[in-house]
């Protein structure tokens, strides 16, 4: 996700906690720029956690499942 959608996450989220508040369309831009933050960490993550391996005492490694 590129630097200017999470300044613009941070700027509304401090718009928000303002007197003013957010319009009804800040909202939705907000709501769709965190949804689009917690998807990227998701993918993220699951890059991750697809190159993960768990080694065992003897030795022997083996690849994370899925559950």
């Known amino acids: 996700m590129e630097q200017a959608k999470i300044d613009r996450i941070n700027e509304l989220a401090r718009k928000a906690k303002s007197p003013e508040g957010l319009t009804p369309e ?13 998807d990227a960490h998701k993918q993220i993550l699951a890059a991750h956690l697809d190159n993960t391996y768990i080694q065992y005492p003897d030795g022997t490694r083996r690849k994370l499942k899925k559950k």
Request: charged share 55%; net charge negative.
């Open 26 to 38: 800040e909202t939705a831009e907000r709501d769709a720029l965190r949804r689009e933050y917690i």
